[in-house]
C-alpha cells in the first residue's frame, strides 16, 4: 500500500508563496500557471518597449495556458472546486482567485509526464519554466511518496 504524504490545507505564515504552496495539497489555477510560466507583466514590458516580438512571446504562453486547460478537461489534472467556465478565454485577462482549485498530486504528476513538451512550447517565446526546481523536486517526491 503507498504512503501518502498528509497535507493540510490551511493559512501558513511562510513570507516565500513557494513556501505557502509546499504546504498545501490543492492549488488555485493562477498559482498553478504562475509556477510554470512568467507573469504577463513581463509580455507587456516586452510589448510596449518593441523589444520583443509579443505576438511569439504570447503565442508560448498561450499554448501552455491551452495545454494546461486540456489536462483539465481529459481530467489529467483533477479539479478539486470551480467550474471550467470561470476560467478566462484569455490568459491575460485575469481568472478570479480561487475560481479553479487543482489536486496538487495531479498537477506534478501530468507537469513530470510533460515537461519536455512544455519547455520546447515556452522556448518558441524565449521564455523557460519559471520555478522548474521547484517543481521537479516536488513531482520527485510525489512519485516517491506514491511508490511501494
Not at 110 to 130: A, M, T
Request: hydrophobic letters at 35%; glycine letters at 4%; a positive charge.
Amino acid at each position: 500500500m503507498a504512503k501518502k504524504k498528509m497535507l493540510k490545507n490551511k493559512k501558513t505564515h511562510y513570507l516565500n508563496p513557494l513556501a505557502n504552496l509546499e504546504c498545501k495539497n490543492h492549488w488555485d489555477f493562477r498559482d498553478a500557471v504562475g509556477l510554470i510560466c512568467q507573469c504577463p507583466s513581463p509580455m507587456d514590458y516586452a510589448f510596449v518597449s518593441g523589444e520583443n516580438d509579443f505576438s511569439k512571446t504570447y503565442g508560448a504562453f498561450k499554448t501552455v495556458w491551452d495545454i494546461i486547460k486540456e489536462a483539465l478537461i481529459e481530467k489529467k489534472i483533477q479539479l478539486v472546486s470551480g467550474k471550467l467556465k470561470g476560467l478566462s478565454v484569455n490568459p491575460l485577462i485575469d481568472t478570479p482567485k480561487e475560481a479553479l482549485i487543482l489536486d496538487r498530486d495531479s498537477f506534478l504528476l501530468w507537469y513530470s509526464q510533460n515537461k519536455d513538451k512544455i519547455k520546447q512550447y515556452l522556448s518558441c517565446g524565449n521564455l523557460s519554466i519559471r520555478y522548474e526546481e521547484f517543481l521537479d523536486r516536488l513531482a520527485k517526491e510525489n512519485v516517491q511518496i506514491k511508490s511501494p
